[in-house]
């Protein structure tokens, strides 16, 4: 615990852009050491300390102690459009909820994580074709098949440990990776159309497997105009993985293709693939499969929505995770915490966690 609080008293001095030696000297320590041991956990808090900490920093007590909290031990990058700073830090408060959630139920009911993380042996200085050559060799070596992304979040769980989380988020989140200590996450907003879903789940991967080499950016713009190298690494990785050249080959050839044939092409295979039609075009352009001159008598409007006015009506898939929901339901069902605290924390009333639980095939703790 002790670590705990030294971390979370470090994450409110940053956040209040405070240095060491303000904060020691608003606690009235002699000297700057005192704190850093408190922050990195070499020194215990004793318990008129705490009560400082929570008046200085503008707290209640129980910010420095509450097991369902992320609180500067959870590193967030966030895939995003146009969301208001402080609504972003509320939602990311919120969401670090559900991680601090199973982090914590997931060790009383006995759940390890995984001994060793997935990385990525690419840097700042690799080429857009090392990263391709990366997605690929991912997509061949875990055996995602014709569909790479119907499997890929299935694999992340499985074969990772990586928790894939599938939530409502504010407007403008279209997904996010967080890195712990000993847990890697990823978010996706669950209401974007399919190819967007697996297409961010894609690009979160590379981020969670390079974050050591590569961290990214706390907020990234999903539509900037310029974009960093970095995420330009990770989106052709991303667009590889989903769209390997093997699962490519399967549709022949596209040099022949024009107009109206070429669009409907495109729209048919990215629907098969559940990729977004534009992702398959620059994908193939990129392969060379597409000429410049075909690339260019595409209308962009043409391939918006795959080829449909609007979004086909889509049922978005369950809320959170199969992993997650069945570390919630043990710890319900062994009595680790009430029924009425972890539907607080989740956001959801407890008339809904019959459906949830359904939803994910798991069996309803004896609560329900």
Same mark, same amino acid.
């Given at each position: 615990?002790?670590?705990?609080?030294?971390?979370?008293?470090?994450?409110?001095?940053?956040?209040?852009?405070?240095?060491?030696?303000?904060?020691?000297?608003?606690?009235?320590?002699?000297?700057?050491?005192?704190?850093?041991?408190?922050?990195?956990?070499?020194?215990?808090?004793?318990?008129?300390?705490?009560?400082?900490?929570?008046?200085?920093?503008?707290?209640?007590?129980?910010?420095?102690?509450?097991? +369902?909290?992320?609180?500067?031990?959870?590193?967030?990058?966030?895939?995003?459009?146009?969301?208001?700073?402080?609504?972003?830090?509320?939602?990311?408060?919120?969401?670090?909820?559900?991680?601090?959630?199973?982090?914590?139920?997931?060790?009383?009911?006995?759940?390890?994580?995984?001994?060793?993380?997935?990385?990525?042996?690419?840097?700042?200085?690799?080429?857009?074709? $090392?990263?391709?050559?990366?997605?690929?060799?991912?997509?061949?070596?875990?055996?995602?098949?014709?569909?790479?992304?119907?499997?890929?979040?299935?694999?992340?769980?499985?074969?990772?440990?990586?928790?894939?989380?599938?939530? $409502?988020?504010?407007?403008?989140?279209?997904?996010?990776?967080?890195?712990?200590?000993?847990?890697?996450?990823?978010?996706?907003?669950?209401?974007?159309?399919?190819?967007?879903?697996? +297409?961010?789940?894609?690009?979160?991967?590379?981020?969670?497997?390079?974050?050591?080499?590569?961290?990214?950016?706390?907020?990234?713009?999903?539509?900037?105009?310029?974009?960093?190298?970095?995420?330009?690494?990770?989106?052709?990785?991303?667009?590889?993985?989903?769209?390997?050249?093997?699962?490519?080959?399967?549709?022949?050839?596209?040099?022949?293709?024009?107009?109206?044939?070429?669009?409907?092409?495109?729209?048919?295979?990215? $629907?098969?693939?559940?990729?977004?039609?534009?992702?398959?075009?620059?994908?193939?352009?990129?392969?060379?499969?597409?000429?410049?001159?075909?690339?260019?008598?595409?209308? $962009?409007?043409?391939?918006?929505?795959?080829?449909?006015?609007?979004?086909?009506?889509?049922?978005?898939?369950?809320?959170?995770?199969?992993?997650?929901?069945?570390?919630?339901?043990?710890?319900?069902?062994?009595?680790?915490?009430?029924?009425?605290?972890?539907?607080?924390?989740?956001?959801?009333?407890?008339?809904?966690?019959?459906?949830?639980?359904?939803?994910?095939?798991?069996?309803?703790?004896?609560?329900?």
């Amino acid at each position: 615990m002790t670590t705990t609080i030294g971390t979370r008293i470090k994450a409110l001095r940053e956040q209040r852009k405070l240095s060491q030696d303000e904060l020691s000297r608003a606690f009235g320590f002699k000297d700057r050491q005192t704190l850093s041991a408190i922050e990195t956990g070499e020194r215990k808090v004793a318990a008129d300390e705490l009560l400082r900490a929570a008046e200085i920093l503008g707290v209640r007590m129980d910010y420095f102690t509450d097991p +369902f909290l992320l609180a500067g031990d959870g590193q967030f990058s966030w895939r995003q459009t146009g969301v208001d700073g402080d609504k972003l830090r509320g939602y990311e408060e919120a969401a670090g909820r559900f991680i601090a959630a199973f982090r914590t139920l997931g060790r009383q009911v006995g759940h390890k994580p995984p001994l060793i993380r997935p990385t990525l042996s690419l840097t700042r200085q690799s080429s857009y074709d $090392d990263a391709i050559a990366a997605g690929e060799r991912f997509a061949a070596e875990f055996g995602l098949g014709d569909v790479p992304a119907r499997r890929l979040a299935e694999i992340m769980a499985e074969k990772l440990g990586i928790l894939v989380l599938m939530v $409502d988020p504010i407007e403008g989140v279209s997904g996010a990776a967080c890195q712990l200590p000993e847990l890697d996450v990823v978010l996706i907003n669950r209401n974007e159309v399919a190819g967007r879903r697996h +297409f961010d789940l894609a690009h979160e991967l590379f981020h969670i497997m390079t974050w050591k080499e590569m961290p990214p950016e706390h907020i990234e713009e999903a539509m900037p105009v310029k974009r960093s190298r970095v995420e330009q690494l990770a989106d052709n990785f991303a667009s590889a993985l989903l769209m390997p050249s093997a699962v490519l080959d399967r549709f022949g050839d596209w040099a022949q293709l024009t107009e109206a044939a070429l669009t409907d092409r495109l729209n048919e295979v990215a $629907d098969e693939l559940l990729v977004t039609s534009q992702a398959l075009r620059w994908r193939l352009f990129g392969m060379g499969r597409l000429s410049r001159e075909q690339n260019m008598a595409i209308s $962009d409007d043409t391939l918006r929505n795959n080829g449909r006015n609007k979004p086909g009506k889509q049922t978005p898939p369950p809320l959170f995770s199969k992993p997650f929901v069945r570390i919630v339901a043990t710890a319900l069902d062994e009595g680790k915490t009430s029924m009425r605290r972890i539907a607080s924390i989740l956001g959801l009333a407890i008339d809904d966690f019959g459906e949830l639980f359904a939803a994910h095939g798991v069996e309803a703790p004896y609560e329900l």
